[in-house]
């Protein structure tokens, strides 16, 4: 890691409040931006300044290791006018992560997935929204009884002929209505499938060395829970008031989303409690999740949806990383296999919508 100093990085003093920490890392990170003609290297260690800073934990671990920030020069001696020059700085420590080690990708055996085998892969993807073919016909049913009284020569007296015919009038405006109705369905329906094709995944996931995990996400989503014929997978998803990739991975699917982090942290057990996380029964000072805060914007901008947070763990080095079993957090800690069977079934209750309106909201986010 380049020896650079978080803070005269991004340009505030050691004692900046979150609030200007953020709006520092914004103001910057537009410049600094790969797409804007910043660098890879540049940007990644932006981002890293500000996961650090921005996290109260992270931040006092990275103030605890350095030296120059807390601990004042050494005084003058009365030999000499000069300063003993500090102790050279130190990075916080790297809390035990093999840089070398990679993780192998998560494979799960379908027959042990409880709602693999209850979901029909190929069944019609059903687009909300379409009044469907059973209006239009009933009415146009209603119409053709009405109409019976004609070929079989039956005659009406004055006030029931007027009546009759006031029946059939209305019948044939309900149809019409109807009809014109099904066939814009039908119309918006095509032109959307047309756009978006039979396409599941949206969105790149991170291409950079220290991104392994998300890559291993996000072939756990396409792998498996593809199979649900209405999920939509997106890659890199900003806030509504931001630019930058604030969400690893979302999924949709009908009106339930899900929204993922992908970590690497040390092997052990993972549980939260009232909102903390522990590792090993100890609070967890290893790594900053803003996956709580993502739930809460996502659930602002579509208050009509379920959205809820998955945190994917994977091991930073040798050793088995397990997860609390049927924890019900806003961000819960799991495990990839996991997260196969808890997500995949809680988003199979409705195997097979696409909703419009929240895809194209959500494919708005999109930033990667």
Same mark, same amino acid.
Request: include cysteine.
């Given at each position: ?6 803070? @005269? ?6 004692? =900046?409040?979150p ?23 540049? $940007?990644? /260690? /932006?981002?890293?300044?500000? @996961?650090t ?14 030296? #120059?920030?807390? @601990? ?8 000499? !006018?000069?300063?003993?020059?500090? %102790? ?26 409880p &709602? &693999?085998?209850?979901?029909?892969a ?13 209006? %239009? !016909? ?25 009546? &009759? ?14 009809v014109?109705?099904?066939?814009? %369905? ?8 047309? #756009? $978006? ?12 060395d ?6 291993l ?10 199979? /649900? ?8 998803? =900003?806030w509504?008031?931001?630019? $930058? ?6 999924? /949709? ?12 942290w040390?092997?052990?057990?993972? #549980?939260?409690a009232?909102?903390?996380? *522990?590792?090993?029964?100890?609070? $967890?000072?290893g790594?900053?999740?803003?996956? %709580? #805060?993502?739930?809460?914007?996502? @659930? ?13 763990? *994977? ?10 079993p049927?924890?019900?957090a806003?961000? =819960? ?7 196969v069977?808890?997500?995949?079934? &809680? ?22």
């Open positions: 890691m380049p020896d650079v100093d978080y803070y @005269e990085l991004l340009g505030v003093r050691p004692d =900046a409040t609030a200007e920490i953020k709006s520092a890392y914004r103001t910057l990170a537009r410049s600094m931006h790969p797409d804007t003609g910043g660098t890879a290297g540049t $940007f990644r /260690l /932006l981002r890293e300044a500000y @996961e800073l921005g996290d109260p934990v992270r931040r006092a671990e990275y103030d605890a290791g350095d030296p #120059e920030r807390h @601990e004042p020069p050494a005084p003058a001696t009365t030999a000499t !006018a000069t300063r003993t020059r500090p %102790a050279p700085r130190t990075r916080p420590r790297r809390f035990g992560e093999d840089p070398a080690f990679t993780p192998a990708a998560p494979r799960v055996d379908p027959a042990t997935i &709602w &693999w085998h209850t979901v029909d190929i069944t019609r993807v059903h687009y909300p929204g379409s009044p469907g073919h059973a209006p %239009a !016909a009933i009415a146009l049913g209603a119409v053709v009884v009405l109409a019976l009284p004609l070929p079989l020569g039956v005659t009406f007296a004055t006030p029931a002929l007027v009546m &009759w015919l006031l029946l059939v009038a209305a019948a044939l405006g309900a149809s019409y209505v109807l014109r109705r099904h066939l814009s %369905a039908l119309r918006s329906v095509r032109a959307f499938r047309t #756009e $978006f094709g039979g396409r599941a995944v949206f969105g790149t996931p991170g291409r950079d220290d991104q392994v995990a998300e890559r996400t996000a072939d756990l989503l396409a792998r498996y829970l593809t199979r /649900l014929p209405g999920v939509r997978v997106f890659h890199g998803l =900003a509504p008031d931001s630019v $930058f990739a604030d969400v690893d991975h979302a999924v /949709l699917c009908g009106r339930r989303l899900v929204l993922v982090e992908s970590k690497r040390l092997p052990g057990h993972y #549980e939260t009232d909102g903390v996380l *522990y590792r090993n029964g100890q609070r $967890f000072r790594g900053g999740s803003r996956l %709580a #805060e993502s739930v809460a914007e996502f @659930e602002a901008l579509l208050p009509d949806v379920e959205v809820r947070g998955a945190l994917v763990l *994977y091991p930073s080095r040798d050793g088995e990383l397990t997860t609390d049927g924890a019900d806003v961000a =819960a800690p799991m495990t990839p296999e996991r997260f069977r808890e997500i995949g079934a &809680w988003l199979a209750v409705e195997p097979s919508t696409v909703d419009r309106d929240v895809f194209r909201t959500i494919l708005r986010r999109l930033v990667t």
